[in-house]
């Protein structure tokens, strides 16, 4: 089974600065998505950013981008110029690739890093 | 374009009661999941339906029962509620190869 694995609960970072959450992964499988999910204090679950496994380009997203390191199975989120609004719980997630079986897959969330954000 | 739509968005339920989530997606997608997320945790899976008529287990299925009947609904159905069914129930909707779109979640407590 997979397994995905946030070893940091919370963390704290000034406006305007640069702050990097961490994420590592446990599979087998070559091919697969990777994602990160903001939950802000209204509950919904927004998409941050997406990294197909078998790219090996990082994905970015305006200030949010990733350090994408297969071989390490880590996949950390950079979020740069960090702004008030980041401030939520972030979520880091895998399913399997619809080519490796995993078409209907749910996602395997780790358990969070709480985001703050000092100003 | 609504998205992916939850109700109730708070709902109190004593032991023994039983309810139905309801969840209704706008998005024409095949893919459908319940999550539930306790308090410091990620979410996990309970069932997810693939398609009309189709619906599979995941990780937490135990106490809870699902039916696809349309593309659009997906309800989540209680039975014999217990404390340990508290938290937060979040639908969510796919196309094969894409990102999952998140209701906004229903926040349950059983007393």
């Known amino acids: 089974a997979q397994t995905v694995t946030q070893s940091q609960p919370e963390m704290s970072v000034q406006e305007a600065e640069t702050v990097t959450l961490s994420c590592t992964y446990d599979t087998s499988e070559s091919d697969y998505y990777l994602f990160w999910y903001k939950q802000p204090p209204s509950r919904q679950m927004i998409l941050v950013i997406r990294q197909e496994a078998y790219k090996q380009q990082n994905a970015t997203e305006n200030r949010f981008s990733v350090n994408f390191q297969k071989a390490a199975k880590s996949f950390s989120l950079k979020i740069s110029d960090s702004q008030l609004g980041d401030a939520a719980m972030y979520f880091c997630?895998?399913?399997?690739?619809?080519?490796?079986?995993?078409?209907?897959?749910?996602?395997?969330f780790g358990k969070g890093t709480h985001l703050i954000i000092q100003p | 374009n609504a998205g992916v739509t939850q109700t109730p968005k708070f709902r109190i339920l004593k032991i023994g009661q039983s309810m139905t989530l309801q969840c209704t997606q706008d998005?024409?997608?095949?893919?459908m999941y319940w999550y539930r997320q306790d308090p410091g945790m990620g979410l996990k899976l309970i069932y997810y339906s693939v398609g009309a008529g189709i619906t599979d287990k995941g990780e937490v299925p135990n106490g809870y029962n699902v039916s696809r009947s349309t593309t659009e609904d997906f309800p989540l159905r209680l039975e014999l509620a217990a404390p340990s069914q508290t938290s937060v129930y979040f639908c969510?909707?796919?196309?094969?190869?894409?990102?999952?779109?998140f209701g906004p979640g229903t926040r349950l407590t059983v007393l």
């Open positions: 969510a909707s796919s196309r094969i190869q894409t990102e999952q779109f």
């Open positions: 998005m024409n997608h095949n893919y």
């Open positions: 997630a895998y399913r399997r690739s619809p080519e490796q079986g995993g078409g209907a897959d749910g996602l395997t």
